[in-house]
């Protein structure tokens, strides 16, 4: 079983630079399609970026531009750099990795 435990969320001025991780176990973490998500109160969870399984990226249009996905298969580690944040990126962040969730980060940006 894969286990996911996420970091990096907080209260964030508008227009600063976290950096999100996601420290997975398990030996699925090199083979699969994982990525970020965020949800907010009354909204499905929506997909925020991903690494397909061939290991292209995939950006919503709100974090093109603005956020990067990357891992580190040493560490097992997802990460996802904000850049520039708005009010409107506030929300629980979640890793998935396969079919595994974390239990997300919260993120709360202030104006």
């Known amino acids: 079983q894969v286990q996911l435990v996420e970091s990096g969320g907080g209260l964030v001025q508008a227009g600063g630079s976290p950096r999100l991780s996601c420290a997975a176990s398990?030996?699925?973490?090199?083979?699969?399609?994982m990525g970020w998500y965020r949800q907010v109160p009354g909204k499905q969870r929506e997909l925020v970026a991903a690494?397909?399984?061939?290991?292209?990226?995939n950006y919503a249009d709100s974090a093109k531009g603005r956020f990067t996905i990357s891992r580190d298969n040493a560490k097992n580690t997802l990460y996802l750099q904000m850049n520039s944040l708005k009010a409107e990126d506030t929300g629980v962040y979640y890793c998935?990795?396969?079919?595994?969730w974390g239990k997300g980060t919260l993120v709360t940006v202030s104006s």
């Open positions: 998935k990795v396969f079919t595994y």
């Open positions: 690494f397909n399984p061939g290991g292209t990226t």
């Open positions: 398990g030996p699925l973490f090199r083979v699969h399609a």
